[in-house]
């Protein structure tokens, strides 16, 4: 097929597009690695329980006020973020603060919490897929590509939120605590930093930010208690060729990623963007282990 610059345009913002998504959902993941040295096989699920609440409250909504499709969705996403945040906070105090630096237990404690969070999803929502209404309508043109308007806010809100966690880890006092228990937790904790208390910090962050992506998704996609599984796989793929902890490694890997799926889509089929997906991450585990941006173990 002939790559013209109208079709090249196209494949770039629906990169942008998928992978602003991909990249909110990955820096989740990779902040609560950075701080806790825990890998959150659960993560995906947060992102999942999120969806699910906006597409089973928002009918009612709806019904109830007439209002506008969008003020009902930021309504629901609302009370999706709140609902997330008890569930996680509950779920570290519970199960993930008697894990932390533990990778072994961490691992099983995390699988087991995706089994029964998914299973207590199947009960509660159901196994049919819910959909969320139509947003906004029309579309907007980039350069000869174009993206729905509701598809374009949604881009932005992404955007916006990773430039809000990189200015939080970057500028704020938080940020530097996190850094700094990410780097060396005991010279941190010598500084009378209270490792316990970022590491819940951090965990909540974590997954405010796989709520919020999954609130993003739910208007774009059939939503189902499966949902995260998908997404959590493709951020473990962003991690380790972005690099496991990295920041910047994660929004790098998220739009490469986002790439090889929009364009190997487009010109072969998405099977054989899966499949270029994995072997790109063989690639890296054989020649760069660390990722791009991850710093080789000393």
Same mark, same amino acid.
């Given at each position: 097929?002939?790559?013209?610059?109208?079709?090249?345009?196209?494949?770039?913002?629906?990169?942008?597009?998928?992978?602003?998504?991909?990249?909110?959902?990955?820096?989740?993941?990779?902040?609560?690695?950075?701080?806790?040295?825990?890998?959150?096989?659960?993560?995906?699920?947060?992102?999942?329980?999120?969806?699910?609440?906006?597409?089973?409250?928002?009918?009612?909504?709806?019904?109830?006020?007439?209002?506008?499709?969008?003020?009902?969705?930021?309504?629901?996403?609302?009370?999706?973020?709140?609902?997330?945040?008890?569930?996680?906070?509950?779920?570290?105090?519970?199960?993930?603060?008697?894990?932390?630096?533990?990778?072994?237990?961490?691992? /099983?404690?995390?699988? $087991?919490? @995706?089994?029964?969070?998914? =299973?207590?999803? !199947?009960?509660? %929502?159901?196994? +049919?897929?819910?959909?969320?209404?139509?947003?906004?309508?029309?579309?907007?043109?980039?350069?000869?590509?174009?993206?729905?308007?509701?598809?374009?806010?949604?881009?932005?809100?992404?955007?916006?939120?990773?430039?809000?966690?990189?200015?939080?880890?970057?500028?704020?006092?938080?940020?530097?605590?996190?850094?700094?228990?990410?780097?060396?937790?005991?010279?941190?904790?010598?500084?009378?930093?209270?490792?316990?208390?970022?590491?819940?910090?951090?965990?909540?962050?974590?997954?405010?930010?796989?709520?919020?992506?999954?609130?993003?998704?739910?208007?774009?996609?059939?939503?189902?208690?499966?949902?995260?599984?998908?997404?959590?796989?493709?951020?473990?793929? /962003?991690?380790?060729? $972005?690099? @496991?902890?990295?920041?910047? =490694?994660?929004? !790098?890997?998220? %739009?490469?990623? +986002?790439?090889?799926?929009?364009?190997?889509?487009?010109?072969?089929?998405?099977?054989?963007?899966?499949?270029?997906?994995?072997?790109?991450?063989?690639?890296?585990?054989?020649?760069?282990?660390?990722?791009?941006?991850?710093?080789?173990?000393?």
């Amino acid at each position: 097929m002939e790559l013209s610059v109208g079709l090249f345009a196209q494949l770039l913002v629906n990169t942008l597009q998928i992978g602003a998504v991909y990249v909110l959902f990955s820096l989740g993941l990779t902040l609560v690695f950075g701080v806790m040295k825990v890998i959150n096989f659960a993560h995906g699920q947060f992102f999942t329980l999120a969806a699910l609440v906006i597409a089973a409250i928002m009918p009612e909504f709806t019904e109830r006020f007439a209002l506008p499709a969008w003020v009902d969705y930021l309504v629901c996403f609302g009370i999706a973020i709140g609902i997330v945040g008890i569930v996680g906070a509950v779920l570290y105090f519970v199960g993930f603060e008697r894990y932390l630096r533990d990778l072994v237990g961490s691992f /099983i404690l995390s699988v $087991g919490l @995706l089994l029964f969070l998914e =299973g207590i999803y !199947l009960w509660l %929502f159901g196994g +049919a897929p819910r959909v969320v209404p139509k947003l906004l309508t029309g579309q907007v043109s980039f350069f000869g590509g174009a993206m729905e308007s509701q598809r374009l806010v949604i881009c932005a809100i992404a955007l916006a939120a990773t430039g809000g966690l990189y200015w939080i880890v970057a500028k704020t006092r938080l940020g530097k605590a996190l850094r700094a228990v990410a780097e060396d937790r005991e010279a941190a904790m010598l500084q009378g930093i209270r490792y316990r208390r970022i590491s819940f910090y951090g965990f909540m962050i974590g997954s405010g930010l796989a709520a919020i992506s999954g609130g993003l998704i739910a208007p774009l996609t059939a939503i189902s208690p499966s949902l995260g599984n998908d997404y959590l796989s493709k951020a473990f793929i /962003i991690i380790i060729i $972005g690099g @496991l902890g990295s920041i910047p =490694g994660a929004i !790098l890997g998220g %739009f490469l990623i +986002a790439a090889v799926e929009s364009f190997a889509g487009y010109f072969l089929d998405l099977s054989y963007a899966t499949i270029a997906m994995f072997v790109l991450v063989m690639v890296f585990l054989l020649v760069r282990p660390q990722g791009i941006l991850g710093l080789a173990e000393r």
